[in-house]
Nanobody
Framework: QVQLVESGGGLVQAGGSLRLSCAAS????????MGWFRQAPGKEREFVAA????????DYADSVKGRFTISRDNAKNTVYLQMNSLKPEETAVYYC????????????????WGQGTQVTVSP
């Protein structure tokens, strides 16, 4: 089975930055697209960013364009999410996921998920 483990979450003041990491292990490979999603209390899980297998294509939610950067290091089986200029409303649990198909914005098209890492942005 595939295991995904997020790290890098924590508490940051508004305007600050965090870098999330997602390490993959088990039966996975660099040939899968990866994505980041987040879920705030009382809200549905929403798409944040995605990256294709080679890292040559990325996709971002409009709300994070210009501030967030998704990247990957296939040699390390790790995907990253650099988050800059964070806003309090972006407080959420952030999840990484592996796509069953390709780069997607639909959460139901990702078949493996990490446990999530809490990101809290204070005012």
């Amino acid at each position: 089975q595939v295991q995904l483990v997020e790290s890098g979450g924590g508490l940051v003041q508004a305007g600050g930055s965090l870098r999330l990491s997602c390490a993959a292990s088990g039966r996975t490979s660099s040939s899968y697209a990866m994505g980041w999603f987040r879920q705030a209390p009382g809200k549905e899980r929403e798409f944040v960013a995605a990256i294709n297998w080679s890292g040559t294509y990325t996709d971002y939610a409009d709300s994070v364009k210009g501030r967030f950067t998704i990247s990957r290091d296939n040699a390390k089986n790790t995907v990253y999410l650099q988050m800059n200029s964070l806003k309090p409303e972006e407080t959420a649990v952030y999840y990484c996921a592996q796509s069953a198909y390709g780069t997607n914005r639909r959460s139901d098209e990702y078949n493996y998920w990490g446990q999530g890492t809490q990101v809290t942005v204070s005012p």
